[in-house]
Structure formats: C-alpha cells, structure tokens
C-alpha cells in the first residue's frame, strides 16, 4: 500500500528545509570562494557547535559508524576547519574542535545563516517564521524505538 501524500508531509518538510538551508549555504560560500561541505559535513558542524565533540558520540546521533564520522571529517581537518585533540576528560579519547585557522567562515556562516533566516521570513511571513522555530526547539523527548501498533516486521 503506497503511503498517503499527507503521511509524508513533515518528514519531506524537514529534509526540504535542511536542503534549502544547506544548498543555499553552500552555494554563498562556494560564491565567495571559501570551502564548502557536503551535508554530512556540514551535519558534523553542527554536532560540534553544539558541544557533541566525540567522534563515537557525532556517530551515534546521527547513525552512522565512527569510521565514517572520521572519513567525513578528513576533508575538514585537511581544510583547517577542525582538528583532533585529545579528550580533556579522557586522553585515551579523540575529541573534534574547531581550528584557529576556521573562525572567519565560521563568522561568515553565521552572517550567512541570519541573512538566510531574513530571507525565509520575507517568504513565508514573520509570524510562521516563529511558528516555525517554536515548533523546532520545543522537546521533542527522546527517539521513539518501539514499533508502531499494527507494523508488520520484516523477515
């Protein structure tokens, strides 16, 4: 049974809105020369930004497997994005920081995000613009992990 258009709606809603935000993010920075990311890279920033620094800890959030965290996160140690330190808490442990050398495109993302927000509430109107964020930042609780009622396995 094919899913209903309505079943979809907010899921493809939040991919399309990472999309326009990160397509147009990239393509401003690509526009004035300076490195750009794809979207797992750019997911990475984000994980770090907000304090997830450990590579086992980005891998679990966003389910996928350290290896990969650490071959995505290549192209930003070798652009001098971030780097890899030791764990203050644990010197067994790696932990990603942003480099010295990344502060002006971090800057400069950040100017780019504000001039994206503008934008989006020039489009869609101040007040969903609010809406939106409220909605965003409420608690959504923790991953929901038990299956639906009435959801077949898969064999």
């Known amino acids: 049974m094919p899913l209903k258009r309505t079943t979809l709606e907010t899921f493809a809603g939040l991919a399309k809105a990472i999309d326009w935000y990160d ?49 995505m996160a290549k192209h930003l140690i070798d652009n001098h994005i971030v780097k890899l330190i030791s764990d203050p808490n644990d010197r067994r442990s790696k932990q990603y920081a942003f480099s010295d050398d990344s502060q002006e495109l971090r800057d400069t993302v950040l100017k780019v995000l504000v001039q994206l927000d503008k934008k989006l509430a020039d489009r869609i109107g101040k007040d969903t613009m609010q809406e939106l964020n409220r909605a965003l930042s409420a608690d959504w609780g923790e991953p929901v992990k038990e299956i639906p009622p009435g959801t077949a396995r898969i064999r």
């Open 23 to 71: 397509v147009s993010l990239q393509s401003i920075l690509k526009n004035l020369g300076m490195t750009s990311v794809n979207r797992t890279q750019s997911m990475i920033l984000i994980h770090i930004s907000n304090g997830v620094t450990r590579p086992s800890e980005i891998a679990r959030e966003m389910g996928t497997t350290r290896q990969n965290i650490h071959s």
